[in-house]
Every structure is written in C-alpha cells, then in structure tokens.
C-alpha cells in the first residue's frame, strides 16, 4: 500500500494532465445541417462532407435538409447538429438572442455561436407572376407572398426589405410556404410573388421559372440603402441577365452572405478540416455549385458578424 500511493498520485496525475490538454474528440458522425434539398446548402454541404468524412479521416459527415438557416442555428445551439449553415444576418441576430431569436425570459443569446468562415452572396430573389401587374416592392401592397419555410431565414429579409421599402411586412400577406408548396400555390393562382434568399441560380428557382411565367421584382436603390442603415449585413447585388431561362436582364437586388458556424466547443480538428475542405480543395465545391467557386479564402472574413472560433482564427492569423 505504502509503495502503491505515490505510483497512484502520479498516475493521477499525469492523466490530469492528459485531460486538460487531450484533443476534443470529434463525434462521428458529425451532423451538418443545410436547407432544402432544392437549395444550394444542400449540394454544397455534400460536397464539404464528401471532403471532410474522406476516409481514413476518422470520422464521418452525416447532412440534414432542414427549413433552413434559422432551424440551423437553433438545431446547433440545442447540439441536435455540429455544424451549421447560416446567414450572416441571423448569425448576428441568434448571437445577441434579437429578432427572431429573442426569448423572453431569460434572454436567449446564443454566445457560444462561432464563426468558421464566410463562403458566398445569397441573393434575395423576388418573384412575381407576370400577369400580377407587380413590377416594384411598393406593389407588393396587400398581395399574398410567400416569404420562406417555416425556419428558413427568407422572413428576415422579407420583413427587413418590405419595411426599408415603405410597405412594412404587416401591409402584405405572408405565407409561409416551402419550395414545393410554392409552386402548388402558384399553379392553383393563389400567390402572387415568393421570395426566397438562396445563392443563385436556385434549381428550385429555375424550376418555378421554368413552370410559370413569373419576374424578378428589381429591389431599387433607395431601399437599397435605407436597408443598410439599418441592417448592415445586406449588401447591393445583381442577379445576372441569364441566370434563369426567360429573364434576360440583370436584376438589382441585395445579398446577405452564407456562412458555416460551429459552437465555441467544437473540436480544432473539426473546425480545420471543415477549412481545409473550404478552401483546400481544388474544384471540388465549384463543381457542386457555381457558388462554390466564390468559396475563397480572401473573402472568407468578408461579413463575419460573430466571434471566429479560435482554430479559425488561428488557421486565418487574426485575432477570434
Ligand atoms: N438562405 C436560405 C435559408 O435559410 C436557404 C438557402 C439554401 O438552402 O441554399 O433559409
């Protein structure tokens, strides 16, 4: 006994010590949560999990539709998801527990929220059946519109847009509608114009497009920058003539930017393979979708609203 003990202090001790310092271990499979599976979360997040969960990595990718990027955030502060898509405008509104993300009591802020990188503008597209007479925001008056999934983040743009264009999101009728249910209500002539905020070209977009005759209502300059005032995130953005069949003219409008985000307790090693399928990894994402080959490393601070996760910040070689 008197022999054991000191072999059993430094025992202690040194896995005390393994402790404090042994590598987070990353779960697998680690859950990474998109949108729809007609967005353009959902083929770039398979893309970064057939890079991230390669084999002999140790640890796999498992990708999950949701309503989008607001069901992300909750889903990743609730630990039902690793990983995250997001919005850079939500980001900053789950972080500070605003907007959406406001409980009351107690206040709901989602500290531990960290950002991995920025990745690509996601434009705000605003359809309107062409035989509607909508041809601005100020028609949007009154009309039956739908604004997003429920948990998609399309309601934020809609509602901060409608009230940076005078109209205010209590003066139209907001129907909360997935993709699928879009174009049922389309076809049945009961909506008038869709909003949706998705890294263009959007399948489901293109789908719509190629189904009914439909716009893209042109977001003007001066909503553009009353919107700024208020929300910093949006910035101008043009969605190019061509994109989708039949609109051949480029439409102003204006874009948040999508992002990936962790929690602060997310493992190092998760978070650099996460950048190094990001930005390490030739053509891969670009090949996913075109908006892919806007996934840089230059860019990827460019609108970050919440705090870097430390290995992101190390990987980048700035301050978290
Ligand atoms: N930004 C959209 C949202 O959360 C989804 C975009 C996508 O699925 O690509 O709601």
């Not at 997001?86 to 206040?107: I, K, V």
């Not at 429920?150 to 139209?172: C, H, K, P, Q, T």
């Not at 969605?239 to 948040?256: E, F, N, R």
């Amino acid at each position: 006994m008197k022999r054991s003990f000191p072999i059993l202090v430094a025992l202690t001790a040194v896995l005390a010590v393994s402790c404090a310092t042994a590598p987070a271990a990353v779960p697998t499979p680690v859950a990474l949560v998109t949108g729809s599976s007609a967005g353009t979360y959902y083929p770039l997040g398979r893309a970064i999990a057939g890079l991230v969960g390669a084999p002999g990595g140790g640890f796999t990718v498992e990708v999950r539709t949701t309503g989008g990027a607001t069901a992300n955030l909750n889903l990743l502060r609730e630990r039902y998801a690793d990983v995250a898509f997001a919005q850079n405008d939500l980001a900053a509104f789950a972080f500070e527990g605003s907007e959406m993300f406001r409980r009351e009591p107690p206040a709901a802020a989602f500290v531990e929220l960290r950002g991995v990188a920025t990745l690509y503008d996601e434009t705000c597209h605003i359809l309107a059946r062409a035989d509607s007479g909508i041809a601005s925001l100020a028609d949007l008056l009154g009309r039956r519109v739908a604004v997003g999934a429920a948990g998609s983040g399309v309601e934020a743009e809609a509602r901060a847009i409608m009230a940076a264009a005078g109209v205010g999101f209590d003066r139209i009728e907001p129907w909360y509608l997935n993709f699928y249910e879009v174009a049922e209500s389309l076809g049945s002539g009961e909506l008038d114009a869709v909003f949706t905020t998705v890294g263009h070209p959007s399948a489901a977009v293109a789908d719509l497009v190629a189904r009914f005759d439909l716009v893209l209502v042109p977001v003007d300059a001066a909503t553009v920058a009353s919107l700024r005032d208020s929300y910093p995130a949006f910035v101008p953005a043009v969605i190019p003539a061509g994109t989708y069949p039949g609109i051949d003219k480029d439409v102003p409008t204006v874009a948040i930017r999508a992002m990936l985000a962790v929690r602060a307790d997310a493992p190092d090693a998760l978070v650099r393979s996460l950048l190094a399928a990001l930005f390490e990894s030739g053509d891969a994402l670009a090949a996913a979708h075109p908006r892919g080959a806007d996934i840089q490393k230059a860019d990827a601070l460019l609108g970050m609203t919440i705090p870097l996760h430390p290995a992101a910040a190390r990987w980048f070689g700035v301050e978290p």
